[in-house]
């Protein structure tokens, strides 16, 4: 395996530890949602999400 291939591979695993993150994150938000105790602005706050993202995620739920 060259260097360039070893960049690629690396990129490609970052990638996807990031995506993971964020389904992690997601999950977690979809969670507090279904709990219903904390506020659209709180559950962003707490999972470190965007408050859009979380009021999208509220929607989808309904």
Same mark, same amino acid.
């Given at each position: =395996? +060259? /260097?360039? @291939?070893? @960049?690629?591979?690396?990129? !490609?695993?970052? #990638? *996807? /530890? &990031? %995506? *993971? !993150?964020? #389904? !992690?994150? $997601?999950?977690?938000?979809?969670? &507090? &949602? +279904? =709990? +219903?105790?904390? $506020? $659209? #602005? %709180?559950? !962003?706050?707490?999972?470190? /999400?965007?408050?859009? +993202?979380? /009021?999208?995620? %509220?929607?989808?739920?309904?």
């Amino acid at each position: =395996m +060259n /260097l360039h @291939d070893r @960049d690629i591979m690396r990129a !490609a695993r970052q #990638e *996807g /530890l &990031l %995506q *993971g !993150a964020a #389904e !992690a994150k $997601s999950e977690a938000a979809k969670n &507090l &949602l +279904n =709990m +219903n105790i904390l $506020s $659209s #602005e %709180q559950i !962003a706050q707490t999972v470190g /999400l965007p408050l859009e +993202n979380v /009021l999208e995620l %509220q929607k989808s739920r309904t």
